[in-house]
């Protein structure tokens, strides 16, 4: 799987950025996506996933600021982030995790990082 994201940058602080991240496999079939992010001097952290479903899981620090989506028929999960703040700056990971036959078991796929600052 190879995952190619984009959308990062500098911005004030409470400003808004947008990140996509679209997959290319004909042979994986994706359940989650998701974003990691890992800040200077920080372990890398979850901060979304969705499933194929719809369901959502957010990092406490970011409910209520970000909201993920994804579009199945692409195989593209965004990130919109409202309301960013200097501790939000990190470089941002999008992940796939899915499954190819015969296996019986999921991978985890990583993009390659986008970096998004947010200045005060």
């Known amino acids: 799987v190879q995952l190619q994201a984009s959308g990062g940058g500098l911005v004030q602080a409470g400003g808004s950025l947008r990140l996509s991240c679209a997959a290319s496999t004909s042979t994986v079939s994706i359940n989650i996506m998701g974003w990691y992010r890992q800040g200077p001097g920080k372990q890398r952290e979850l901060v979304a996933a969705?499933?194929?479903?719809?369901?959502?899981n957010y990092a406490d620090s970011v409910k209520g600021r970000f909201t993920i989506s994804r579009d199945n028929a692409k195989k593209a999960v965004y990130l919109q982030m409202n309301s960013l703040k200097p501790e939000d700056t990190a470089v941002y990971y999008c992940?796939?995790?899915?499954?190819?036959?015969?296996?019986?078991?999921?991978?985890?796929?990583w993009g390659q990082g986008t970096q998004v600052t947010v200045s005060s």
């Open positions: 992940y796939v995790r899915g499954r190819s036959w015969p296996n019986s078991f999921d991978t985890q796929y």
């Open positions: 969705i499933t194929g479903s719809g369901d959502t």
